[in-house]
């Protein structure tokens, strides 16, 4: 069979493919290929996600190399995993259609299912990080205004035509229940989809810093001043500014913003009581009956506490001189941070030829 992990964004996927690339020899001996397609990416298979006209005309280089993996596991009778959360955009005709590239019939995807009201400002702020300057008031109230096309709280949008498709089979990891369980998601991953059982992770578990929420409205400040590449996302921006900025920068970018936009700060509060977000409930625990592992019967899906946030308007102080001052320090600091040789594709293909020479 193919398992087609699909994310998405902001569920761990980042951790799940580090520990699915390391524990490769481990899982290709428990009858699972996790393939290495690309010299550029290794650890996960973002340019699948990015082939789809590839794919679908099945032609290409990367077409050949998964080809060339199908064989590789087709001869040792083994299962092939897969994973990018850039599988967002396609149609169940694009999975089936890398399936019968992979030389696979069964295909089955893996989702894992995060509360979509605490996941809306997860997916602001990450949007932030690649530059986007709207605020989370604004993103809120749009996604709010059509919850049920709204790809960050309607899980259906992805799902629904997945679920559609009988030749597709559907699996949804319940990431708040694993959690809770306080079970390993690697570990609960191979579980409940590869049925692996007590399979431990190799690379450690990466706790994300939680950072007050005025460096990410610093950053929309940053990036209209121009802060980040010209571009519709600059995936590296906020590596770049992390790197950049140490502890005492960023105290001083939270205290000065909290201090100059006291008067532009609303408070956010998301009900899950909210009618809107109780209708969304039921129809995603009525839709997806029988496949959330592990198995499920709590209702409400999505129970918790009602969500707050903080936003601010930013036009009403960033032209502040103090404001000014430090987006003036953080261009000097984006500017001159070293040329990193080893993130280079040149680096990447001499690290490939050391692995393959036992280096």
Same mark, same amino acid.
């Given at each position: 069979? %193919? ?8 569920? &761990? ?6 520990? !699915? ?9 428990? #009858? +699972? ?15 699948? #996600? ?5 794919? $679908? *005309? ?28 850039? !599988? !967002? ?6 999975? %089936? ?21 605490? %996941?809306?400002?997860?997916?602001? /702020?990450? /949007? ?6 709207? *605020? ?13 096309? *709204? ?39 191979? &579980? ?27 950053? $929309?400040?940053?990036?209209?001043? #121009? ?10 921006? +906020? ?21 100059? #936009? &006291?008067?532009?700060? *609303? ?8 009618? +809107?977000?109780? /209708?969304?409930?039921?129809? &995603? ?18 129970? @918790? ?42 680096? /990447? ?8 020479? @036992?280096?």
């Amino acid at each position: 069979m %193919l398992v087609i992990h699909v994310g998405p964004r902001k569920t &761990a996927s980042t951790y799940l493919q580090a520990n !699915f690339y390391r524990s490769r020899k481990l899982l290709w001996r428990k #009858g +699972w290929l996790y393939p290495v397609l690309s010299l550029k990416v290794r650890n996960a298979h973002h340019e699948i #996600g990015s082939s789809v006209e590839d794919i $679908r *005309s099945g032609r290409g280089p990367m077409v050949e190399a998964i080809r060339k993996a199908g064989r590789r596991a087709a001869a040792h009778d083994a299962n092939i995993l897969v994973s990018t959360e850039s !599988f !967002f955009r396609w149609s169940p005709a694009d999975f %089936l259609a890398l399936g019968a590239l992979f030389g696979q019939d069964d295909v089955r995807i893996a989702y894992v299912l995060r509360d979509p009201l605490s %996941l809306m400002p997860s997916l602001w /702020a990450e /949007a932030v990080k690649g530059g986007a300057t709207r *605020s989370l008031s604004a993103y809120a109230e749009r996604q709010v205004a059509s919850p049920e096309t *709204s790809m960050a709280l309607n899980c259906l949008v992805e799902l629904g035509p997945l679920l559609a498709e009988p030749r597709l089979k559907l699996t949804v990891l319940d990431f708040e229940q694993i959690r809770k369980e306080k079970i390993d998601i690697f570990t609960a991953f191979c &579980a409940e989809i590869l049925d692996i059982e007590g399979l431990r992770p190799a690379a450690p578990a990466t706790r994300n810093e939680r950072l007050a929420p005025e460096i990410y409205d610093y950053l $929309r400040i940053l990036s209209k001043a #121009g802060g980040a590449d010209s571009g519709p996302r600059d995936i590296l921006y +906020w590596r770049r500014f992390l790197r950049s900025h140490d502890a005492t920068d960023m105290a001083k970018i939270a205290e000065t913003v909290a201090r100059l #936009g &006291a008067d532009s700060r *609303s408070f956010l509060r998301f009900e899950r009581s909210a009618p +809107w977000f109780s /209708a969304l409930d039921e129809r &995603a625990r009525t839709a997806l009956d029988g496949r959330i592992a592990p198995p499920t019967s709590r209702r409400p899906l999505f129970a @918790g506490e009602h969500v707050e946030a903080v936003s601010y308007d930013i036009a009403r102080f960033e032209n502040h001189p103090e404001i000014v001052a430090l987006v003036d320090m953080s261009k000097r600091k984006l500017g001159r941070q070293p040329f990193r040789w080893g993130r280079t594709g040149l680096a /990447a293909r001499l690290r490939a030829i050391m692995r393959r020479i @036992g280096l």
